[in-house]
C-alpha cells in the first residue's frame, strides 16, 4: 500500500504560478512512475503530467505543455508539480498518483486532492 498527500494547491491570479507536493508514505515509489492528474468540475479527471522511476523520462498533457514541470526526489519520497503561466481552464482539484510498474501506469494508489483555482 501507499499512501499519497498532496499539498500546495490554492488560488493564484491568471499568469502565476504554483507548485504542488506529493509525499508518500508506506511502500517505496522509488522504483514506481508517479503521475499528476486533474479533475474540473463537472468533467472527468484527466491526465496532465507522468513521470518514470528515474525522473529521465515524462510526459504531458498538451494542455500544460511547456507551462508544467513535474520531478521527483526518491530519497525524499517526494514529486512536485510546477505550474506556471497558469490559465483558469487549470482550475480544478489536482490528485498525485502511484503506479505499479517502472516506467508507466496503470496507477493505482491515489491522494486526496489539493484545489488549484485560477482566477481571472
Known amino acids: 500500500q501507499v499512501q499519497l498527500v498532496e499539498s500546495g494547491g490554492g488560488l493564484v491570479q491568471a499568469g502565476g504560478s504554483l507548485r504542488l507536493s506529493c509525499t508518500a508514505s508506506?511502500?517505496?515509489?522509488?522504483?514506481?512512475?508517479m503521475g499528476w492528474f486533474r479533475q474540473a468540475p463537472g468533467k472527468e479527471r484527466e491526465f496532465v503530467a507522468t513521470?518514470?522511476?528515474?525522473?529521465?523520462?515524462?510526459n504531458y498533457a498538451d494542455s500544460v505543455k511547456g507551462r508544467f514541470t513535474i520531478s521527483r526526489d526518491n530519497a525524499k519520497r517526494m514529486v512536485f508539480l510546477q505550474m506556471n503561466s497558469l490559465k483558469p481552464e487549470d482550475t480544478a482539484v489536482y490528485y498525485c498518483?502511484?503506479?505499479?510498474?517502472?516506467?508507466?501506469?496503470?496507477?493505482?494508489?491515489w491522494g486526496q486532492g489539493t484545489q488549484v483555482t485560477v482566477s481571472t
Open positions: 513521470i518514470n522511476w528515474s525522473g529521465l523520462s515524462t
Open positions: 498518483s502511484s503506479g505499479n510498474q517502472p516506467n508507466a501506469g496503470p496507477y493505482v494508489y
Open positions: 508506506g511502500r517505496t515509489i522509488s522504483n514506481v512512475a
